[in-house]
C-alpha cells in the first residue's frame, strides 16, 4: 500500500484498528486516502467498496468533505440516488458524493478526523436507503 504522504498519527492508528487496507495517494497536487473493503449497507449493488476522502492541505484544521466510492453505488430497489458525479482519482472512475456537513453538523477541530468523517460517510449511504 502507498504512504504517498503522512496522515496524524491518531488517523493511522485508527486506520490500522479497523482492520483493512488503506493507503495515501498524491493525484497531481491533491492529496487522497483511499480504504478498502468499506463496508457498504444491505441494500446496495455491492457490500464493499474503496471509499476515497480528499484530504485538504491543512487538514485537520480544515475539514474533510464529501466522500467518493469505487465501484459506483447503486440501490437495489432501482430508486435513483441525488449529487452524484463521476472524478477519477489515481486513473479509477470513483463516484462522488456531493454530501456535506452542516450548520447543525459542523466540523469539529481538535474532535473531527479521518474516522469521523468515514463514520459520516456510513450515515449518508444509510439515509439514502
Known amino acids: ?3 504517498d504522504f503522512k496522515l496524524p498519527e491518531g488517523d ?10 488503506w493507503e495515501t495517494v498524491l493525484h497531481g497536487s491533491v492529496q487522497w ?8 449497507p444491505a441494500g446496495y449493488n455491492c457490500d464493499t467498496a474503496t471509499v476515497a476522502l480528499r ?7 480544515e475539514q ?4 467518493y466510492f469505487e465501484p459506483h453505488l447503486s440501490l437495489k430497489s432501482g430508486k435513483a440516488i441525488g449529487a452524484l458525479t463521476s472524478t477519477t482519482i ?6 462522488q458524493w ?9 466540523w469539529r477541530v481538535g474532535e473531527d478526523d479521518v474516522c469521523s468523517h468515514l463514520l459520516q460517510a456510513s450515515s449518508w449511504l444509510k439515509r439514502e436507503l
Open 55 to 61: 484530504i485538504p492541505p491543512n487538514y485537520p484544521t
Open 33 to 40: 486516502l483511499l480504504v478498502q473493503a468499506f463496508q457498504i
Open 90 to 95: 489515481d486513473g479509477r472512475s470513483f463516484q
Open 98 to 106: 456531493s454530501r456535506h456537513r452542516t450548520a447543525q453538523n459542523p
Open 1 to 3: 500500500m502507498r504512504r
Open 12 to 21: 493511522e492508528r485508527c486506520l490500522n484498528a479497523r482492520g483493512t487496507p
Open 64 to 67: 474533510i468533505d464529501m466522500a
